[in-house]
């Protein structure tokens, strides 16, 4: 059984910068693909990024491109997402996702996170 477990959320001011983290523990996932999701109130989840077992490939929502980037560290079993220049569009609680494919990952991922809270104030 795989456990993901995000950190790093909080309040930030816009313009700011939060780092997430995504700590897997139970199984390794160094040959999945890892993705992030997120949730705003009274909304959908929505895919934010993912990333390939090797890092060669990675994809992100058209909204955070160029203001977030996903990175991982397969000694460590950890995910990350760098969150720059952030919006109050970009308030939610965010999760982690785990994949056999970055295609799996984006649409229906076999393990998720239970969330880290991202508040951004304006």
């Known amino acids: 059984q795989v456990r993901l477990v995000e950190s790093g959320g909080g309040l930030v001011q816009a313009g700011g910068s939060l780092r997430l983290s995504c700590a897997a523990s139970?199984?390794?996932?160094?040959?999945?693909?890892m993705g992030w999701f997120r949730q705003a109130p009274g909304k959908e989840r929505e895919f934010v990024a993912t990333?390939?077992?090797?890092?060669?490939?990675?994809a992100y929502e058209d909204s955070v491109k160029g203001r977030f980037t996903i990175s991982r560290d397969n000694a460590k079993n950890t995910l990350y997402l760098q969150m720059d220049s952030l919006k109050p569009d970009d308030t939610a609680v965010y999760y982690c996702?785990?994949?056999?494919?970055?295609?799996?990952?984006?649409?229906?991922?076999?393990?998720w996170g239970q969330g880290t809270q991202v508040t951004v104030s304006s």
């Open positions: 990333i390939s077992w090797n890092s060669a490939i990675t």
């Open positions: 139970g199984r390794t996932l160094s040959t999945r693909a």
């Open positions: 996702a785990a994949g056999p494919s970055t295609q799996r990952v984006r649409s229906s991922p076999d393990y």
